[in-house]
Structure formats: C-alpha cells, structure tokens
C-alpha cells in the first residue's frame, strides 16, 4: 500500500525516467516557516505582556520621587551608612598580634583557673612530650590517670 501511495504523488513522467520528481515542495518549507513565525510573535507577544503586568505592580511606580528620606520625627535618614573601615596601621596591629601570641606560647599562665587549665611554653610541652611520650588508649580507657589538676602537679614536678 505504501508504495502505491508513493506512486501516485509521482508523476508518471519521473517513473518513465526513473529519478526524483524536479519540482520542489513549497508549500512544506512555507508551512515551517509560517509556523516558525507564528511561535516567534506569540512569545515574544506572552513575554511584553508578562514584562507590561510585572511593571504595573511595581512598588517603585508609587514611590514619591526619590530625594531626601525622612523618618517619622521628620529627621533626614542616613539611607546608606558610611563603611567601617579600619585607617589604622596593619603592620603595627600585625606585629602587636604576633608579640602576644609569642608571649602566650613562651611563658606560663592560666587559661581557665576555675578548672585548673593552664598553659606552658611550647619548649617546655615538647620535652614533656620526649619525655612521657604520647598518652595512648587501651580497651577504650585512657593512658593518662588523674584529673587536669594532678596532671598540672605533675607538669610542675619536672620543671
């Protein structure tokens, strides 16, 4: 069937001569492209009229003209305050951070007395360390014994 379908679209003159049919379908490219076109109007269409209803709701369109803004007590606002920026040297700030953070690492001190946490400098912690070795955990307990007190007594002992 699909072939005698096909045989009657060709003109008996192209059978004879066995190739294509030389007139070319318009009507096909015309009817894509016509509807090529018509997509085109109707978005572009649907996208003003989207774009003309969102302007209307604005806030912005039923704002008085933008001048100077007041408050209640009618005292002009600061509608954007100035930056926070830090003028000060950084050098200088730099180099007092780093004298604090060596001072806190080469000497002794509490960090919290409540609880007996304190701080001893990093030489000394290292030797500590050579020393004792590193706590190590056996079925879930810890190597060390004692509370944070007796371990500081004990700390202060190899000084």
Not at 96 to 114: R, T, V
Request: aromatic share 4%.
């Amino acid at each position: 069937m699909q072939n005698n379908a096909k045989l009657i679209s060709i003109s008996p003159e192209s059978l004879a001569r066995r190739h294509e049919v030389s007139e070319k379908r318009v009507r096909n490219v015309l009817l894509v492209g016509g509807a090529a076109m018509l997509l085109l109007v109707f978005s572009l269409a649907a996208c003003a009229l989207t774009i003309h209803l969102l302007a209307r709701s604005r806030p912005m369109q039923w704002m008085p003209p933008l001048g100077l803004v007041s408050a209640p007590n009618l005292k002009p606002l600061d509608r954007f305050p100035a930056p926070d920026l830090a003028i000060d040297d950084d050098h200088a700030q730099r180099v007092a951070l780093y004298a604090a953070q060596n001072q806190k690492l080469n000497s002794y001190g509490w960090e919290d007395q409540s609880n007996g946490i304190v701080h001893i400098p990093i030489e000394r912690a290292m030797d500590l360390v050579v020393k004792r070795g590193l706590p190590t955990r056996t079925n879930g307990v810890s190597g060390t014994d004692g509370s944070p007190l007796q371990l500081i007594q004990k700390i202060h002992e190899y000084k």
